[in-house]
């Protein structure tokens, strides 16, 4: 299983990247994590066919994670694919992805392809397990664990770092998790529904995590710099992904 990191950015995005989006990738089948800036580009990029993307995950319905949606959906049109395109969320994400795309009557397009909406314990050959997240009241938000090839990859998007854990999510090779600040601005990350390094470095020990990638983050890069020295004094492997890095699991 590969996990590619698109887009690192928080809400703002920055010079070197977009909102937070990832590909996750077998040999033969790839799925898109939230979608911003501009899927079909970045699909390309990393030699991917758009026609043959097997599914879509949304974990919630803030701007910076769903707004490419439209996009992504006209493109596949203008390009005549047939083949279905799962897309999974959760019910109150589900309902205003497509009032979203309502707007832009991509379901009166003639020979649009099948959209297939709602939650799934598995696309292809990569199991995938959904669980709640703490991040707005109005918004749920999801987090999710993949698995494949005996690998586990777990997301925490958006999220103020909560127990308990989730079982699912223990002992994944893989953790990316947001980390919209540091300690320090706690009580306001915690009130806007973000997590600190030194939350997402106590969720990776928590989880027994072999690996942790810090995403969401400021584009400031002392803030980075700050960001990735705290979550290492709680977990010294802690990282910041490169935009549009591959990760092989």
Avoid at 13 to 32: E, V
Avoid at 188 to 197: F, V
Avoid at 228 to 238: I, N
């Amino acid at each position: 299983m590969q996990v590619t990191v698109l887009g690192l950015s928080e809400g703002i995005q920055s010079a070197d990247s977009g909102n937070s989006s990832l590909l996750i990738q077998t040999a033969s089948t790839s799925i898109l994590v939230d979608v911003s800036g501009s899927p079909c580009t970045k699909l390309l990029y990393h030699n991917t066919d758009p026609n043959m993307l097997d599914a879509v995950i949304l974990t919630h319905a803030h701007v910076d994670h769903i707004y490419a949606l439209p996009s992504l959906l006209h493109n596949l049109w203008l390009r005549k694919r047939t083949k279905p395109l799962f897309i999974l969320a959760n019910p109150y994400t589900t309902q205003k992805a497509q009032e979203l795309c309502a707007l832009f009557l991509l379901h009166t397009k003639k020979n649009m392809m099948p959209i297939r909406w709602g939650l799934r314990d598995n696309i292809g050959d990569i199991k995938i397990v959904s669980f709640p997240l703490c991040h707005r009241p109005l918004v749920p938000t999801n987090g999710f664990v993949f698995e494949a090839g005996g690998r586990r990859c777990s997301y925490f998007p958006d999220n103020a770092a909560q127990k308990p854990y989730p079982a699912c999510a223990v002992e994944s090779d893989l953790l990316i998790h947001e980390s919209n600040g540091l300690a320090c601005e706690q009580p306001g990350l915690a009130e806007a529904g973000h997590s600190s390094a030194q939350d997402a470095a106590e969720v990776a020990n928590g989880l027994r995590a072999k690996r942790l990638i810090l995403i969401h983050i400021p584009g400031d890069l002392k803030k980075r710099a700050a960001i990735l020295a705290e979550a290492r004094l709680g977990f010294p492997s802690a990282e910041l992904p490169e935009p549009d890095k591959t990760y092989t699991l």
